[in-house]
């Protein structure tokens, strides 16, 4: 299989655990997102990486959340001291610049990870 | 905040049908459009892009995008029961981030 893959797809935790996510992108593939969906809603975007710089990050991430892709190709995502309101769907997606230098950004996604917070 | 937005309704259309989601912008400044089709407990596929005014076709699929209007929508042609899904549209700005809506249910009705 050639697509995204994550692991694992399903966590349950306790309420105060950390926890962490592992996401593969597709091989060519420099740019990883990360996502966070819950029921009802679209996907919330949470941070991005080219290569292995973390380019972006959302004002709504607390502290708790931390991202890294230290060689460029798969990422990790922890959370910290986890509470119920974490839970939800934890979508990694990934997508090539382009042959051409000019960029749409197709993003292809994995199958997720849900997580529950008990 | 930049947005996305959808109205989630659920929109029900006879099979054969054409089905029409609509989607608004608030950053003028997005370059790229996307939507996304999720069924229940999967995650998004990408069905098309577009980052043109106007129209684009890809089988059953036509995407429209109206800069002018931050505008954009999706129409699918001779709808199928196994169309009924999530319709996600999503918008990318230049730092490629990108912002989704909360999408519109369709249910094609056999």
């Known amino acids: 299989d050639t697509g995204v893959s994550q692991d694992p797809r399903h966590k349950i935790t306790k309420r105060g655990q950390n926890v962490t996510f592992r996401c593969d992108p597709i091989s060519e593939h420099n740019r990883l997102y990360w996502y966070r969906q819950t029921l009802g809603q679209g996907p919330e975007f949470l941070t991005y990486?080219?290569?292995?710089?973390?380019?972006?990050k959302s004002r709504l991430l607390s502290d708790r959340f931390s991202a890294e892709r230290p060689k460029g190709s798969f990422s990790t995502l922890e959370i910290q001291r986890t509470e119920q309101g974490d839970s939800a769907m934890y979508l990694c997606a990934s997508s090539f610049p382009g042959t051409s230098g000019s960029s749409y950004n197709e993003q292809f996604f994995g199958p997720g990870t849900r997580l529950t917070v008990l | 905040q930049k947005e996305v937005e959808q109205n989630s309704g659920p929109l029900s259309v006879p099979e054969g049908a054409i089905a029409s989601l609509n989607c608004t912008y608030s950053?003028?400044?997005?370059?790229?459009f996307f939507w996304y089709r999720q069924y229940s407990g999967k995650s998004p596929e990408l069905i098309m892009f577009?980052?043109?005014?106007g129209d684009k076709e890809d089988g059953r699929f036509t995407a429209q995008l109206n800069k002018a209007s931050q505008y954009v929508s999706l129409l699918i042609r001779d709808s199928q029961p196994s169309d009924s899904a999530t319709y996600l549209c999503a918008a990318t700005t230049g730092g490629f981030k990108t912002i989704f809506g909360a999408g519109t249910r369709l249910f094609v009705k056999a």
């Open positions: 577009i980052y043109s005014n």
């Open positions: 950053d003028r400044g997005s370059q790229s």
């Open positions: 990486f080219q290569n292995e710089a973390q380019l972006e």
